[in-house]
Nanobody, 127 residues
């Protein structure tokens, strides 16, 4: 599956951005998806995940209540709406496909359980 991330940019603290991930080359509607981020000098960390139907979503504690993950299986896209952005949200954001061999409900936050990755999109939040 090929993934293309978009929607990043520069925003002031308190602002909003909407990231989008477009998938091609696979059966998107059967794939659970995740968003991860990697800030300067940090390891790649879990942000949000959504199962194949969109019926289950998961969030890192640091973004809960501010970020919303959603998907459109007809358009082969998964989005991340980010509100009330903080300077600590500054990072490169990546979407990824979850390896369906594993239990999504158990391993959704582990980046090693994801197989295909987008190229990343930079989000910079100024204070």
């Amino acid at each position: 599956v090929q993934l293309v991330d978009s929607g990043g940019g520069l925003v002031q603290a308190g602002g909003s951005l909407r990231l989008s991930c477009a998938a091609s080359g696979g059966t998107f509607s059967t794939l659970s998806m995740g968003w991860f981020r990697q800030g300067p000098g940090k390891e790649r960390g879990f942000v949000a995940a959504i199962n194949w139907s969109g019926g289950s979503t998961y969030y890192a504690d640091s973004v809960k209540g501010r970020f919303t993950i959603s998907r459109d299986n007809a358009k082969n896209t998964v989005d991340l709406q980010m509100n009330s952005l903080k300077p600590e949200d500054t990072a490169v954001y990546y979407c990824a496909t979850f390896n369906s061999y594993f239990s999504f409900g158990k391993y959704y936050s582990g980046h090693s359980y994801y197989t295909d990755w987008g190229q990343g999109t930079q989000v910079t939040v100024s204070s």
